[in-house]
């Protein structure tokens, strides 16, 4: 998922500012597990920009499981609500960075051929997973996965020098020499490695740079499209 926090209401304010006609978009996807755009957020955003002058043309909160970073529920969604965008002087995404991105795109100018000025009201820290409160950076969607060589851990996220060929010597008493709060990434590996009867593993050496050519931005992929009903 992508984490994410609301950015100050003083900073959203001044992007507005001069724009009075608004429409709000949420997502009901990342932005409503972190709460940042989700249907409570999206009501509230438009009451602190009401009370701040803005006539709210729209605030558009998809329901839980409809992610607007999907282009076609974006399409599907914003297509009931594209009077009040042709009218706005400016659409608010309450998502990630994706979410605008797409809407801005695929939708906005792609599909309404409209040129809109589109702010974020979030700032995205990262691709993590967990919950229902504590999420933490588990992949950094390298392209190329080790994890099953390294037992189901990946080093390249949880090693704080993301070293392939670790350990780095420093650790002490299982704790990361950088960051003696946390678990040494490469310490959990063999732990688990050796569980499993599996030490042989770590006597083959990893080519000491990824493969970074699966890492170029933006990167993309293409897929099957689904079927919404
Ligand atoms: S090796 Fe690590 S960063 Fe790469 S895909 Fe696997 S979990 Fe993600
Ligand atoms: S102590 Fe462990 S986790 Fe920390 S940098 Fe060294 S190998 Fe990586």
Not at 43 to 51: C, G, H, Q, V
Not at 135 to 145: D, L, N, P, R, S
Not at 156 to 181: R, W
Not at 191 to 218: I, V
Request: proline residues 6%; negative net charge.
């Amino acid at each position: 998922m992508i984490a994410q926090v609301q950015k100050p209401i003083e900073e959203i304010l001044e992007y507005l500012e001069g724009r009075d006609k608004v429409v709000l978009v949420g997502c009901g996807g990342c932005a409503t597990v972190f709460h940042t755009g989700g249907e409570p957020e999206v009501k509230e955003m438009a009451d602190i920009l009401s009370r701040h002058g803005k006539e709210v043309l729209a605030a558009i909160a998809p329901p839980f499981g409809e992610f607007t970073c999907y282009a076609p529920w974006s399409s599907k969604r914003l297509s009931k609500y594209r009077q009040e965008i042709e009218e706005c002087d400016a659409i608010l995404m309450m998502t990630c960075g994706d979410g605008l991105q797409v809407v801005r795109e695929s939708v906005i100018e792609g599909e309404f051929g409209l040129l809109k000025r589109i702010y974020p009201a979030t700032n995205p820290t990262g691709h993590m997973g967990g919950g229902p409160a504590l999420f933490k950076e588990k992949c950094q969607q390298c392209g190329e996965c080790l994890l099953g060589k390294f037992a189901g851990i990946c080093p390249l996220t949880q090693c704080t020098k993301g070293l392939l060929n670790g350990p780095c010597g420093g650790s002490q008493d299982g704790k990361c020499e950088a960051d003696p709060e946390r678990d040494c990434a490469w310490m959990l590996i063999y732990e688990r490695l050796k569980k499993f009867g599996e030490l042989d593993r770590l006597r083959e050496a990893e080519p000491m740079l990824k493969d970074y050519s699966q890492m170029t931005r933006p990167r993309k992929i293409e897929v099957a499209p689904l079927v919404l009903e």
